[in-house]
């Protein structure tokens, strides 16, 4: 349903957008993402609305598929968290979108948002960076990956403390500085460290039982830092103790939160665990999620997952979890199954196996299961009439199977060989529901009583009425089960010291839209591109019985059996691409034609980190017949060119980066009026240091054209439907900490706008509307800590957007709409800290067609109750105020009187949350 939603998302795009509803929701974009940090995005609700679930798609700039994360209602909105190792110095874009429980979307941005999504640029002054060669923490330098391998104590291991010897191996390390090595032990530097023939070694003394820390520091022979090698252990007290072998953690919680919106009350229950274990040679984790909102008209909410390590050779991954292969097969999204990883410094073999859909019947709703047709109601010559009915709301299981074999040399080259299965079971779906399924007879079923009915109610009237019901077995129109095989490979290969990385990554798809009645046999494939059953494929006869030139003359009987091969791949009619390629090309262009396949999808990536800069080149082609299942995000029917160049100065305190990106959909020459993009993005950060201000400055410049000269003629009327604008997206952001009163201080304000320039406005007409929206926002962040346990966060934010439109004048202005928010947070704790306090207050007041005012209040404590127990209590609640007229047509001395306008105050949402979580 997911992958429908996204689809239907796509090709409607603003039609999804509920204006009335939408304008009760307020999001407040970010200005920027920082690298490395989760970042929150909000939906705050300004009047109720009908919301069942929310999504929020994000991809890295640059990015071709579509990461999906679930959103969560909170009381007041509903929020969601992107994962800070997802966020990347090259920024961000996403877009969010609300199902409606009448089956109705709202998306942010409302117009076709996955084409436009929100895009934020990268704070490159804080945060953990994660560049093209690996990741880097804070304000330090960039840090190199290297292979150095643990050998003992091995990470989660438990051993004696006459065993502890610390070991590592350098052997693939081939750029380290041997004459700097720094190993730690519980953060304290070892005296005694010695190194010889590629393995660092130490003999620490003295440990007492219990948990300790090992950190390993390197730099390259350039000086560049390398990634930390950091991992724990265990060392037992005198004799054997279970388990301290065992080395047994976790945590379980318990949640509950009742909220009500709009006088409808909503309890939601929840229990969660994670618990972890580990030998010296095999490591354990497994989680669970039980929660009241799981049910059968819906994809699981629950979530089960394990995973067993066995040091660094097998992985097996149970139950829900979030397989990469590729970003054109499975990229992180979640799959119900198991996955095996075997891996040897020579050769990695990875198998995932599981369902990507579970079989839903039916939505919960009448009409959610059954649906007549009454379009196709039809009449015989005896006056019979003969319903159709039909099947809607159902969800087929989807199961899939990918496979990845990997050969690759230590340090210099990879390849890979990877495929995916995708098929939706058609036996996964009945035909008949439960007893208490209903759907609607309306008034245009003649012959019937309107009303609405069971499926048994139903068949007694169309008896009663002398009817007959027409309900076919397969074949439904609430959607058809698909079928995906898909093929791809990948080079890659690392150069000067690893600095330099080339890969080359090329996949093909294969796809049928339709498998209700299975493979095409070879009776049906003769009759396929012709209408005479002759044993030959694609012969024509005139009306004298002779062959027509052009025939193909293909002899059936030497033709595959489609049928043979159905267990791999669904061959029919419904099937994408019908040929592979352009068989008239692949003569004098044998290479060119089969890459540029209209169901294959390629890319050439260049990336280089050095010293002080890394940059990328890319340029990536997804067909427009190239499908996965697994990957319904993807954006297809592109071709993209992207240059990235990152620099740091002044010690590195100074970053600058530009970014190029053409973006085109003229992959088949057919194509009309294709949409050309063109964008400059400039971005450049200053931060001295800490308790010093800093500065961080973005600009942005999209181009779009889609190459359309003329007038298009529509009925009787011409329309201009040419596009060649251009968008400014700007940002200027500057933090000042400093002290008052002794006390540490920091102030925060950012300023971003978005200016759109319409480069055929001399050539347009009078009445013409450039539907392109400008912006502005100010938001002032100040954050006091008056001690180590009492902090204030104050924000103040305003956004104002200018929508183009035509008034009652016949003139073009811009109407502008603007929303305001005020909110104060404050923490603090007590009892040596066992006992934190939050509370806060926020205000939102929005402008426009009809102002309006919200007032929150929300507070919460968190208490250690006994060691490792915590308990935790929050309450929130939101007033509305808008203006409201009161019917009231005398006045007191019985003279008529016309309504009176006034401020209606409502309850809008309000909620209490109460948590328990033990740690062992």
Not at 432 to 459: C, E, H, I, K
Not at 767 to 781: C, E, G, P, R
Request: proline share 5%; no cysteine.
């Amino acid at each position: 349903m997911k992958a429908i939603v996204i689809r239907a998302i796509i090709l409607v795009g603003v039609a999804l957008a509920q204006p009335g509803l939408r304008d009760n929701l307020y999001h407040k974009r970010p200005e920027k993402a920082i690298p490395g940090e989760a970042l929150q995005l909000t939906i705050t609700l300004k009047q109720p609305v009908p919301v069942k679930t929310g999504l929020i798609y994000f991809r890295p700039y640059q990015g071709g598929s579509y990461f999906e994360i679930p959103m969560s209602f909170f009381g007041t909105g509903w929020s969601g968290t992107i994962p800070g190792d997802r966020i990347t110095e090259t920024g961000l874009e996403y877009f969010i979108v609300l199902s409606l429980s009448d089956g109705g979307l709202i998306s942010f941005p409302a117009h076709t948002p996955n084409e436009n999504p929100y895009y934020l640029p990268a704070d490159l002054r804080t945060g953990n960076r994660s560049t093209f060669g690996g990741k880097q923490s804070g304000k330090t330098q960039k840090s190199v990956s290297e292979n150095i391998l643990i050998i003992s104590p091995e990470p989660e291991s438990v051993i004696s403390p006459e065993d502890v010897v610390i070991a590592l191996s350098l052997f693939y390390a081939e750029d380290v500085d041997t004459t700097d090595i720094r190993l730690f032990l519980d953060q304290r530097p070892l005296e005694d460290v010695f190194y010889s023939e590629g393995i660092i070694t130490s003999l620490p003394t003295s440990l007492s039982g219990g948990e300790h820390a090992l950190s390993l520091r390197l730099t390259t022979l350039q000086g560049l830092p390398v990634e930390p090698v950091d991992w724990t252990f265990r060392v037992t007290d005198e004799g054997f103790h279970l388990q301290e072998a065992i080395n047994l953690k976790g945590k379980i919680g318990a949640r509950i939160s009742t909220e009500e919106t709009a006088g409808t009350v909503k309890t939601i229950e929840e229990l969660t665990g994670q618990v972890s274990s580990g030998l010296s040679w095999v490591d354990a984790k497994a989680s669970f999620r039980l929660t009241s909102r799981e049910n059968p008209y819906q994809q699981p909410f629950h979530r089960f997952s394990g995973k067993v390590k066995f040091g660094n050779y097998l992985t097996i991954e149970m139950g829900d979890y979030n397989p990469t292969i590729s970003p054109y097969m499975v990229d992180g999204r979640r799959i119900r199954g198991i996955g095996v990883q075997v891996q040897f410094p020579w050769f990695q073999f990875q198998v995932v196996q599981g369902d990507l859909n579970r079989a839903v019947q039916e939505m919960d709703k009448t009409d959610g299961g059954y649906i007549l047709r009454t379009a196709n109601i039809k009449t015989d010559s005896l006056g019979t009439y003969t319903y159709p009915l039909d099947r809607t709301g159902y969800t087929f299981q989807r199961s899939v199977n990918m496979y990845q074999l990997t050969l690759q040399t230590p340090r210099r080259f990879r390849w890979k060989l990877a495929a995916l299965k995708a098929r939706d079971d058609r036996e996964t779906i009945h035909k008949l529901l439960r007893n208490s399924a209903t759907f609607t007879v309306d008034s245009s079923a003649t012959g019937l009583t309107p009303g609405t009915y069971t499926y048994g109610q139903f068949s007694d009237l169309v008896s009663a009425a002398g009817g007959r019901i027409s309900f076919p077995d397969a074949n439904w129109g609430g959607g058809d089960p698909e079928d995906n095989l898909v093929l791809g490979t990948t080079f890659q290969g690392l150069f000067d010291d690893q600095r330099l990385s080339f890969e080359f990554s090329w996949n093909f798809s294969l796809y049928n839209r339709n498998i209700w009645d299975g493979a095409v046999s070879r009776t049906e494939m003769d009759t396929t591109l012709d209408d005479s059953l002759d044993g030959f494929i694609g012969v024509n006869y005139d009306e004298n019985g002779l062959v027509m030139d052009g025939s193909l003359f293909i002899d059936t009987s030497k033709v595959f059996d489609p049928t043979f091969y159905e267990g791999f791949f669904t061959i029919n009619a419904y099937m994408t691409p019908l040929l592979p390629f352009d068989i008239s090309s692949y003569g004098k262009h044998p290479i060119a034609t089969v890459v540029n396949m209209p169901s294959s999808a390629f890319h050439f990536k260049l990336s280089g980190t050095y010293a002080l800069q890394s940059f990328q080149v890319e340029y990536r082609q997804v067909g427009p017949e190239f499908v996965s299942l697994g990957n319904p995000y993807l954006s297809t029917n592109i071709r993209e060119f992207v240059a990235t160049d990152q620099m740091s100065l002044l010690d590195r305190k100074l970053h600058l980066s530009a970014t190029y990106k053409f973006h085109d959909n003229k992959i088949l020459a057919t194509t009309v009026d294709p949409l050309v993009t063109h964008s400059l993005n400039f971005g450049i950060s200053i931060s001295p240091g800490p308790e010093v201000p800093s500065m961080m400055v973005n600009i942005q410049s999209i181009g779009k054209t889609n190459e359309k000269k003329e007038l298009d003629i529509i009925g009787d009327s011409r329309q201009d439907l040419r596009e060649n604008f251009k968008t400014v997206n700007s940002l200027f952001s500057v933090t000042f900490p400093f002290r008052y009163a002794g006390l540490k201080q920091l102030v925060a304000v950012n300023y971003s706008t978005i200016l759109n320039h319409d480069l055929l406005k001399s050539d347009r007409g009078a009445n013409y509307v450039f539907n392109k929206t400008d912006s502005d926002a100010l938001s002032i962040s100040l954050s006091s800590r008056f001690s180590p346990t009492w902090r204030l966060i104050s924000n103040f934010s305003r956004t104002n957007l200018y929508l183009p439109i035509m008034n009652s004048d016949g003139i073009i202005i811009q109407k502008p709409y603007s929303w305001t928010a005020i909110a104060v947070n404050s923490q603090n704790s007590f009892w040596d800290s066992r006992l934190r306090f939050t509370g806060g207050l926020s205000f939102l007041r929005s402008a426009g067609d009809v102002d309006s005012n919200i007032y929150g209040v929300k507070s919460g404590a968190e208490y250690d109750v006994i060691k490792n127990l915590v308990a935790s209590l929050s309450l929130n609640i939101q007033m509305s105020q808008v203006p409201a007229y009161r019917k009231d047509n005398q006045d007191n001395n019985g003279n008529g009187k016309t309504d009176e306008l006034f401020e209606a105050w409502s309850l809008n949402t309000s909620g209490i949350f109460l948590n328990m979580n033990y740690s062992f």
